[in-house]
């Protein structure tokens, strides 16, 4: 079966042709599952050095809260490769681009396993570009091989690997440094990593069909945003991209220190709390997808994470002296919005981009890398001038409400297409 078998119907837009390779189109279950293991382990290099940061801070004689400058820097290294990343796919190919995004990460964690900091910093920056990679050449490969009606939930599924990710790195990379050091378990996740990555080789004469050789790169950029800009779904998930990431970082960064600081609660139970939350997150992402499905409008369940996301935050300025179980209730909540969104943002990022060369995936997640990039450092200026936590949250309210009120219009005035 080549992809010329293929009902062009079956699929969001037609597949490229295969140019007389006589080859197998992937299954969906097979396909999803790499993409989603892809993204399992491109976040679990995010925050491998981040879950031992204490460790490694005595051993290199550095102070712990630079691991801060260090996530940053991942971030910061995103924003640039996510802009050309869209151009890559293109021009390479969705699978070698996937697999790159991998070596990425797996030499990248090798470099920190160094211990040299000039060597880490370079590592850094080496994770940042493999993060930014992963998600336009999987949603390009995904596009590809799923149905219109079951994108958002397929996405869904993708993207619960963020949350998975930092679960794994945070139960995992702890005891094994314990038992191994922390360089050797780093040197662990590289060897996944980079095992995965070659997984993606016999993939790429499949999923590789459609690029195109003579594309452009650096210049793709001006002409990508010109197009998300131009178009009123894409500038509408743009901008959400930008709210919502920033509100969940604030979520994944504060929530520990406001529930110690200002709710009374223990390190141990705060932090318990926040794995908690991130597990609503996972399970958030594929609920939303199923949602999104069913009503045939993921702008309408964006709007909806918006509004209870800001009804969440701020709710806890007013539960500082409520019982413990109403905060857990509402962090969970809050955790399965705040995180939620991520696989319908980018099920219609790939449905809105217009013809059949792709999506315009890293285009529109430059914005989500700035939110990244931007929201812990305006939270901690927001807390210096205000020292409550709970109050800054109120803030962070005020932009999910924004984010309901763009993502509501998109969905009123945006064309549905399935």
Not at 245 to 273: K, N, R, Y
Not at 297 to 324: D, E, I, N, P
Request: proline share 4%.
């Amino acid at each position: 079966m080549t992809s010329r078998d293929i009902r062009p119907d079956a699929f969001d837009v037609p597949l490229a042709p295969n140019h007389g390779v006589a080859t197998r189109e992937p299954e969906l279950a097979g396909t999803l599952a790499i993409c989603t293991a892809s993204q399992v382990l491109a976040t679990a290099s995010v925050l491998a050095l981040a879950t031992v940061a204490t460790i490694v801070s005595v051993d290199l004689g550095i102070s712990a809260h630079l691991i801060g400058f260090q996530v940053s820097l991942i971030y910061c290294a995103g924003i640039i490769a996510s802009a050309l990343a869209g151009g890559m796919v293109k021009r390479y190919g969705s699978a070698h681009i996937a697999q790159l995004a991998l070596y990425c990460a797996g030499i990248g964690l090798i470099g920190l396993a160094s211990g040299i900091l000039p060597v880490m910093v370079l590592a850094s920056m080496l994770i940042g570009i493999g993060y930014a990679f992963n998600n336009p050449a999987s949603s390009h490969i995904l596009k590809r091989v799923t149905p219109a009606r079951q994108r958002n939930l397929v996405y869904s599924i993708k993207q619960a690997g963020v949350p998975v990710g930092g679960i794994l790195a945070a139960l995992v990379m702890p005891p094994l440094s314990a038992v191994t050091g922390w360089r050797v378990a780093l040197l662990v996740f590289a060897f996944a990593t980079l095992a995965l990555g070659a997984a993606f080789y016999p993939r790429r004469k499949v999923w590789d069909t459609d690029r195109d050789p003579t594309a452009a790169v650096v210049g793709s950029i001006w002409k990508g945003q010109k197009i998300v800009w131009s178009m009123p779904g894409l500038r509408a998930l743009a901008l959400l991209g930008l709210f919502y990431s920033a509100i969940q970082l604030c979520v994944s960064t504060f929530t520990v220190a406001m529930l110690v600081d200002e709710f009374g609660w223990t390190p141990i139970a705060a932090g318990t709390m926040v794995a908690g939350v991130q597990a609503c997150g996972a399970v958030g992402r594929i609920v939303w997808g199923l949602v999104a499905d069913w009503i045939k409008s993921g702008f309408a369940v964006l709007s909806f994470l918006g509004a209870v996301t800001a009804a969440c935050c701020f709710f806890l300025y007013f539960a500082t002296g409520t019982a413990q179980l109403v905060t857990l209730i509402v962090l969970c909540i809050l955790g399965g919005c705040s995180i939620g969104w991520n696989g319908v943002l980018l099920a219609e990022t790939a449905k809105l981009s217009p013809g059949a060369a792709g999506t315009l995936t890293g285009e529109v997640l430059t914005y989500t890398f700035i939110g990244v990039m931007v929201g812990p450092s305006t939270y901690a200026l927001i807390y210096g001038g205000t020292q409550s936590y709970t109050l800054t949250f109120s803030f962070f309210g005020v932009l999910a409400l924004a984010g309901t009120v763009v993502a509501a219009i998109a969905h009123f005035k945006v064309p549905h297409r399935h």
